[in-house]
């Protein structure tokens, strides 16, 4: 079966949610997706050309009086296969974080105390902002798609979200408060 690129199985799984236009991928991209997967706006139009080119997903146009044409994506059975084939490969590659805040703490000693003590401080606030954040989609996940199918899963993605976020809360304070 022929491989694609993450970004096209994204986009493919999303259209198995009712975001079916490049707009409304954009959007579920903004508010959740983007915690851990990062799609460029450019890249979402050129790969749903490609996924209609490939016969995965067909593409419909829709009319609104007042309103230009609106295309809808929808995936085919064929679309289907490819999304389920992916999702039960074996993981190829394990992710690897990039931090800035520890690449500049790793060569701290170059650093005043205080720059140091002012890096952590902002990336604990930082990470404070995204805790909440991360709590605020929870509670609307709960609140509007309990029901739904997805939102199992959606939940199990933020809580590993909310875990490393706390835990690197909890590092802040630490480091702050005994080693520097």
């Given at each position: 079966m022929k491989r694609y690129n993450d970004t096209t199985y994204a986009i493919l799984g999303?259209?198995?949610?009712?975001?079916?236009?490049?707009?409304?991928?954009?959007?579920?991209?903004?508010?959740?997706?983007?915690?851990?997967?990062k799609i460029s706006y450019g890249q979402i139009y050129p790969t749903l050309?490609?996924?209609?080119?490939?016969?995965?997903?067909?593409?419909?146009?829709?009319s609104s009086q007042g309103r230009p044409d609106k295309n809808e994506y929808h995936l085919t059975s064929k679309g289907?296969?490819?999304?389920?084939?992916?999702?039960?490969?074996?993981?190829?590659?394990?992710?690897?974080?990039?931090?800035?805040?520890?690449?500049?703490?790793?060569?701290?000693?170059?650093?005043?105390?205080?720059?140091?003590?002012?890096?952590?401080?902002?990336?604990k606030k930082e990470l404070d902002r995204r805790y909440q954040t991360y709590i605020t989609i929870e509670q609307a996940i709960i609140n509007q798609n309990y029901n739904d199918e997805d939102s199992k899963y959606w939940l199990l993605?933020?809580?590993?979200?909310?875990?490393?976020?706390?835990?690197?809360?909890?590092?802040?304070?630490f480091t702050l408060e005994n080693k520097l």
């Open positions: 999303i259209l198995t949610t009712e975001c079916k236009s490049g707009y409304a991928i954009k959007q579920i991209m903004d508010q959740s997706l983007n915690h851990f997967w050309k490609l996924i209609v080119q490939e016969e995965l997903a067909e593409v419909r146009t829709l289907i296969e490819v999304l389920k084939n992916w999702l039960e490969q074996p993981i190829e590659h394990f992710p690897i974080e990039r931090n800035e805040v520890l690449l500049k703490l790793f060569f701290g000693r170059y650093q005043t105390q205080e720059k140091q003590v002012f890096l952590l401080q902002t990336y993605t933020l809580d590993y979200g909310k875990r490393i976020t706390k835990a690197a809360i909890e590092w802040c304070v």
